[in-house]
């Protein structure tokens, strides 16, 4: 069997995944749907093919010998989208680790790569592949060669040897570049002859073989207008042919040893957890088995540290002493292990470590509740890793933790938020010097109490390098004042709860699922013929061919009826308002109504969500198990759901309060700029006050469409977006969204001047802070990499903004919190998402709460701009939004 030997088409295949996926981005705001499309291709390929070797070739600049032969050559297209081009060094960062070869010349285009590896690897015996989109490879398969065609974006690819090309297209493989020459290509801007298409261009191959004997024997066309567009155009038929051959004897020597597949594991590890591929970093070991596994390349891993059987206490006189002793030294680290992932699921054993002795005490021990006596003293600092496990511990013990808590995690996240895990021996290495592997092979190692037991030890030995860093990088206050009350507001949110109504979820289930049954009635019946609806290709027959709709949009395999074209369809039938109607309803069935029975807690009867206060590099919290910041916000989905969370027994109200615009309020103080300062303090509607200036109309002659667009710049420009972001939000040209953007900026020159003042403190210091401290590290900021650095800038635009929103609805928290407390009321929060806080009120508290809520929220800190709280109560969350 000959060798095999693939080469991507890395500029084609990066450009196919960027727009075939969705925008995605992480939690840092890095763009990464170009990468994960691309790097889901590849590790396809590596598992269906198997190859040998690979390659990947990429474009280097537009300037080539074509456009010097002819100017107009891609001319028309448009500069790459910044969410596009900062993606372009992340994948060549990711094939580096892969240890793949990455090939680009100045002068040449990756086409041309590809075909002089081609033909010097088969010209060898090897089996070449080539994986592209672009069909003008075509013209390089051989005996030897074949042609992997991407469809459906990147998801398949179509296998197209010589008869696959000559059964499809028609052509031998070297008539495609005389088909070229005849059509043109209108996508690289190749001129051809005007009036021949590709029909037409087939047609006179299959008569005179090629484009030359076709000059050669104008006469004998068939057409009179034919035969005078290629009389005058022939000199240009010509050119077009030689735009469209590509180069096979570029200088670039094809040696097997030089397109090895050597991936570094750690290396690729690392970038898949940056690029929050989770999926893939589970599976990275299976992925890269044996043979793609360099065993030079990784260094052999140091000697696993060995970890001692545990000293286990158990009864109440041994507890004591530990408890005595840690009050004689002041301090104690403690490690809990948790019994399971539910806030409600206590802990299985503990950890302690006092004065250099360390021991375990597992939760079914006669001293268990003597060990949260020690845990409830105020007199004895107690360090510890993840401290909300104790603080949810305690509450369900019905104890209080001690006043004076230091949390190894939390501080490890603030001081380095971008991280995406902060594993005790990677934190020994950072901040002790002392580099440890833990024993591999053991996936319940952490639950284990020997594990516990080292890793109380070491959160001890950690605090003062901790601290003091802390202090060094002026996050001492951030982390006292904010992060580390959050700590047992959230564990009460979570221990807390919130009430499902599972009478109304399963009769909103029937209910939706009788609705749904007989919208697939109606919708058979409009049809006239039954059919699966939610086959795209069935659907669009019968909405198109059937029915004579109007096309909105064409893919690759048909007609699109996505929810875009249906949207832009309504009315014209009533067969799409049931359509519509279908779609909504059994997305809500199966996304929300279906999962949240599971869910449901069999004793509280309440759902308990997990927060997640170390996430997100900005500060936002997170939450999962479910997560209740992806409940629609603005929809009738949305509305539906929230129809389902009610106050609990002893409760007879939901309250909500949502901070109005904060963000935008957080820029007009940051920034300074008067018109912003002017519009909140007057309680202008920003959107509409903004499309006043950008468009240059009064306010009261502001349309809804203009309103809708200023909002979308407004909060754009918080996120740093570019024209293409901006044009794929509001459905405008690059050039419009280019004009919005310039426009607000020439009228609010004050965030302009901020942004530039913030990009440049990024590159002198190397990191932006928040009101309040919080900083993040641009490694990037000064890279000699457009792309890096301008990923990085766009970053240090909006985390200051983003940070300090997030930080304040934390402040809003510990005060809503406080307040209930102080006061001794029943009342308590349940839920933060996004910028909205949930509470379970009681009917005799409702108006003193709602009071207590927005003053809290309104005085949290104090901005040159008013901070608004709207807060409203209902029967149900939906009630109260």
Excluded at 77 to 92: C, D, K, M, V, W
Excluded at 159 to 182: C, N, R, S
Excluded at 204 to 210: K, R, V, Y
């Amino acid at each position: 069997m000959p060798q095999k030997f693939i080469i991507i088409d890395g500029s084609s295949l990066v450009h196919r995944a960027f727009h075939a996926l969705p925008m995605l981005r992480t939690a840092g705001g890095l763009y990464t749907n170009a990468v994960y499309g691309f790097t889901t291709m590849l590790v396809k390929l590596l598992a269906d093919y198997k190859p040998d070797y690979l390659a990947v070739a990429f474009d280097k600049g537009r300037v080539t010998f074509r456009t010097e032969t002819y100017q107009l050559y891609k001319a028309q297209r448009q500069a790459t989208p910044g969410e596009l081009s900062e993606q372009f060094p992340l994948i060549r960062e990711l094939l580096q680790a892969l240890g793949i070869n990455t090939i680009e010349e100045q002068g040449y285009e990756a086409d041309d790569i590809i075909g002089t590896l081609a033909e010097k690897a088969s010209s060898q015996g090897y089996e070449v592949f080539i994986v592209t989109g672009d069909r003008d490879a075509l013209q390089l398969i051989s005996a030897n060669t074949k042609v992997l065609l991407t469809r459906k974006g990147i998801s398949e690819v179509e296998t197209i040897d010589t008869a696959a090309l000559k059964e499809k297209y028609g052509l031998a493989p070297e008539q495609v570049v005389d088909l070229k020459g005849l059509m043109g290509d209108s996508s690289d801007n190749i001129p051809g002859v005007p009036g021949v298409g590709e029909k037409t261009a087939g047609k006179l191959l299959a008569q005179f073989g090629s484009l030359e004997n076709v000059l050669d024997h104008i006469d004998d066309v068939s057409g009179k207008k034919l035969q005078e567009n290629l009389r005058q155009y022939s000199e240009q038929a010509v050119l077009s042919k030689k735009l469209a051959t590509i180069v096979r004897d570029m200088a670039i020597e094809f040696s097997p040893e030089a397109f090895g597949i050597h991936p570094v594991k750690p290396a690729v590890k690392e970038l898949f957890a940056k690029f929050e591929f989770k999926t893939l970093l589970a599976k990275v070991d299976s992925l890269f088995p044996g043979d793609y596994t360099s065993g030079s390349q990784e260094a052999a891993p140091p000697s696993a540290l060995q970890l001692k059987p545990p000293a286990v206490v158990e009864t109440d006189d041994e507890i004591a002493a530990i408890h005595a002793e840690a009050k004689r030294v002041g301090s104690v680290s403690c490690y809990p292990l948790s019994a399971g992932h539910s806030p409600l699921a206590g802990l299985s054993g503990m950890a302690v470590t006092c004065a250099e002795t360390t021991v375990y005490v597992p939760a079914e021990a006669e001293g268990w509740g003597s060990l949260f006596d020690l845990l409830a003293d105020n007199s004895i600092a107690l360090v510890t890793y993840d401290s909300k496990k104790l603080y949810n511990a305690c509450r369900i013990k019905g104890t209080i933790i001690g006043t004076k808590v230091m949390d190894i995690l939390i501080a490890a996240y603030l001081l380095d938020p971008t991280a995406t895990a902060y594993p005790l021996e990677a934190l020994s290495e950072k901040y002790l010097g002392q580099a440890i592997l833990l024993p591999a092979g053991d996936k319940n190692l952490t639950a284990k109490p020997e594990y516990a037991c080292w890793a109380s030890s070491l959160t001890g030995q950690l605090q003062q390098a901790i601290i003091a860093e802390l202090a060094n990088s002026g996050l001492n206050e951030l982390y006292t004042q904010i992060e580390m009350p959050l700590v047992k507001v959230l564990s009460a949110m979570e221990v807390n709860g919130i009430k499902v109504d599972r009478n109304y979820l399963k009769e909103m289930a029937v209910d939706i699922a009788g609705k749904v049954d007989q919208l697939v009635r109606e919708i058979y019946s409009l049809a006239g013929e039954e059919f699966n609806i939610n086959s795209t290709k069935q659907l669009g027959v019968i909405l198109f061919e059937k029915m004579k709709l109007p096309i909105i949009k064409k893919t690759k395999t048909g007609y699109s009826t996505d929810a875009e074209v249906l949207e832009k369809l309504a009315g014209q039938h009533p067969l799409i308002d049931k359509l519509l109607e279908y779609r909504l309803l059994t997305k809500l069935k199966s996304t929300y109504l279906d999962g949240l029975e599971g869910i449901i807690h069999p004793e509280s009867g309440r759902i308990h969500t997990t927060f997640n206060q170390m996430v997100t590099a900005t500060g936002r919290l997170s939450s999962s198990e479910p997560n209740l910041q992806n409940i629609p916000i603005r929809s009738d989905i949305g509305r539906k759901i929230r129809e389902l969370f009610v106050p609990g027994e002893g409760y007879q109200y939901i309250m909500s309060a949502d901070y109005s615009q904060i963000e935008l309020r957080v820029l007009a103080h940051m920034a300074g700029d008067a018109s912003l300062l002017e519009a909140f303090r007057h309680n202008q509607d920003i959107h509409t006050r903004t499309a006043a200036e950008v468009f240059g109309v009064a306010m009261k002659d502001v349309t809804a469409e203009m309103r809708a667009r200023a909002k979308a710049v407004n909060f754009g420009i918080v996120y740093g977006i570019s024209d293409y972001g901006l044009a794929r939000d509001i459905g405008v040209s690059r050039k419009e969204a280019g004009y919005y953007i310039d426009s607000y900026f020439a009228k609010y020159q004050g965030v302009k001047r901020y942004i530039d003042e913030v990009v440049a403190g990024a590159h002198r210091d190397g990191y932006v802070t928040t009101l309040f401290g919080r900083r993040r590290h641009l490694p990037d900021i000064n890279s000699s990499n457009f792309n890096q650095r301008s990923f990085a800038e766009r970053t240090a635009m909006n985390t200051p903004i983003q940070g300090a929103a997030a930080d304040i609805i934390k402040i809003a928290m510990n005060k809503v919190y406080d307040a209930l407390i102080a006061e001794g009321l029943r009342s308590r929060l349940l839920l933060q998402v996004h910028d909205e806080l949930v509470l379970e009120v009681t009917a005799e508290e409702l108006n003193h709460v709602a009071l207590l809520v927005n003053q809290a929220m309104e005085q949290a800190v104090q901005l040159d701009v008013p901070l608004l709280a709207e807060v409203k109560t209902g029967r149900n969350w939906a009630q109260a939004k």
